[in-house]
């Protein structure tokens, strides 16, 4: 079991990221993550968002205005 989790925490996907209880979440409007098993989502920067959940690169940001 112990080896499973280990496996789903280090391989989640672009556009996700690691939670606290070591599940795959996707990336928040805001954030992106172009890159598998990372532990948080990079932010769009001020004034920016994404169209939706799970963004996997910087040119899903938008303005929002």
């Known amino acids: ?34 890159s598998d098993g ?3 989502c990079l932010s769009c920067g001020q004034g920016l968002t994404t169209s939706s959940t799970g963004a996997t690169n910087q040119s899903q940001c938008i303005g929002t205005s």
Do not use: M, W
């Open 1 to 34: 079991l112990s080896y499973c989790v280990r496996f789903l925490v280090g391989n989640c996907p672009a556009g996700s990221h690691s939670a606290e209880n070591r599940t795959c979440i996707s990336c928040p409007l805001g954030t992106y993550q172009p």
């Open 38 to 40: 990372q532990k948080d």
